[in-house]
């Protein structure tokens, strides 16, 4: 819940007798999460004919494991006749130190923009793509649990700078999204008569979503392309997803493939690019097809989930890392029990192999917190 700080602005006409009013609001909003964990990521293979073991233990404070801890900013005026500004500004923090999680100063969201009843909502700034919303309908994780460990295109990396968004208002349960990136600047320049293009690429990024969400069911159909890349072609990420609530239980199906790259992704690999604001895994000719099997039900009083997660690609070929690569593996269970309609704890625990295609690869995560709403 969200607690509105600021309302009530007026306009007074001294013109004629009367007065004008338009009702703005301000609202102070934001999470903070956090609990002990434990991790414990460990690496074994062959390479060369040498043995190679590694491996990285840490226990102690986690902030953010539920939800990023954020605090932010929401406004709306109303325009009359069902249409208002709006506007977002959102920051992300570690909450163990207090610091920043970015250099950015709304790294999470920054937008300003019109919505209205009829015709639907248009933001400018930077903002979610339109993959992220889509796979917000999937039921999903925590931690080694997420959907983006395998999954491009949906992770809460594909923040867009410089990006225009429009959302139709709901459509008997079908809402359309589409989000363009303008990227970088495509200035030309002239030296002594001739022009030429500016240094900097154009990383236009394409986003498009279908959702739906009626009754029991719900789902949604997405596509991202992010050009000029570095490499040949367009990395681009199109996913589906389907859930059906039984009562007794919810039951998630997601599938999708990735070309070219893994947008937003975080699977904790090397390659990464920085895309017009998202990171990605970036190499010329890769493939990954991904899966995706969640099941919720409530079980005394809170929410149980169990989770699989699944990805192959082809960097097992003999021209990209050959016997290095394989498939990932994800499984992890988690418990959420509500103290209040703003405060929760939970418990979690996750195990993986083969992360970020590195075979040998495993990780193991487990931990108990508390998240809070204001």
Do not use: C
């Not at 013109?15 to 956090?34: K, R």
């Not at 006749?81 to 909450?95: H, K, P």
């Not at 248009?122 to 395998?150: C, E, H, I, P």
């Not at 929760?344 to 992360?355: D, E, I, M, R």
């Amino acid at each position: 819940m969200k607690k509105t700080l600021l309302a009530a602005a007026l306009l007074a006409g001294f013109a004629t007798a009367g007065v004008a009013q338009a009702e703005t609001s301000v609202t102070l909003y934001g999470i903070v999460d956090t609990g002990y964990g434990y991790s414990n990521y460990k690496y074994n293979a062959d390479i060369l004919g040498f043995d190679v073991e590694a491996r990285a233990r840490t226990s102690g404070l986690v902030s953010g494991i539920v939800n990023g801890n954020r605090w932010g900013l929401k406004g709306s005026e109303d325009l009359g006749d069902g249409l208002r500004a709006i506007f977002q500004l959102e920051q992300g923090f570690d909450l163990g130190s207090g610091n920043s999680a970015s250099s950015l100063q709304f790294h999470r969201q920054s937008y300003v923009g019109l919505s209205s009843d009829n015709w639907g909502t248009f933001t400018m700034g930077r903002q979610y793509a339109a993959g992220v919303n889509a796979g917000d309908m999937a039921v999903n994780g925590w931690s080694l649990g997420d959907m983006d460990k395998v999954f491009g295109g949906v992770g809460y990396g594909n923040r867009i700078d410089n990006s225009f968004k429009y959302t139709t208002p709901d459509l008997a349960g079908f809402k359309f999204i589409a989000l363009y990136g303008s990227g970088g600047s495509d200035t030309i320049e002239r030296l002594n008569g001739e022009s030429f293009p500016g240094s900097a690429e154009r990383n236009a990024r394409v986003s498009a979503a279908i959702t739906y969400a009626n009754g029991p069911i719900s789902g949604a159909l997405s596509y991202d392309r992010q050009g000029n890349t570095g490499v040949e072609d367009a990395i681009t990420s199109w996913n589906i997803n389907g859930a059906y609530d039984f009562e007794v239980v919810k039951l998630s199906l997601a599938y999708g493939q990735d070309r070219h790259g893994k947008l937003g992704w975080g699977g904790d690999a090397g390659g990464f690019v920085d895309t017009n604001g998202a990171l990605a895994l970036s190499y010329r000719d890769f493939k990954s097809n991904n899966y995706h099997v969640g099941l919720s039900a409530p079980v005394g009083g809170g929410t149980l989930y169990a989770g699989w997660n699944y990805s192959t690609s082809n960097l097992g070929d003999g021209d990209k890392w050959g016997d290095l690569a394989g498939s990932i593996s994800t499984y992890h269970v988690n418990y959420f029990y509500p103290l209040s309609k703003r405060t929760g704890v939970y418990t979690y625990a996750s195990y993986a192999k083969n992360l970020g295609y590195l075979d040998g690869l495993k990780g193991t995560e487990a931990g108990v917190g508390l998240n809070h709403k204001f």
